[in-house]
């Protein structure tokens, strides 16, 4: 199941994004000027779907993996291939994006 994650992530949800990957990792796929995420799915694209159907403009959608038991960020996915915007690999290269992308998963899926 895939949710938009607008406000902090319920347990509930945390539990069911994570269930496709047996608990042990979330893809997501985060909106940076809007600052919410899609996730859920077996495919950062799925997300990345429901974001775009949700009003999200494609150039503002990145690709990334939260790790629940670690709580860290993965920055790593296919969606993130986008040579227009100086990211040639899957891996996201801006720090700055990095730094941007971390601190909304972190704002909505950390578990304090």
Sequence with gaps: MIFI???RATAEQLNQMAEPYFGLMIKLAVDVKREIIAGGG?????CEQVLLGDGSLQQNVWGADWYPEKQQ?????????????RNRGMEIRDPMLREEIEIIVRSLLEVR
Aim: glycine share 4%; net charge negative.
């Design 42 to 46: 077996e495919l950062h694209y799925d």
């Design 5 to 7: 994650i607008r406000e």
């Design 73 to 85: 960020v993965g920055f790593e996915s296919l969606i993130n291939i986008r040579p227009s915007q």
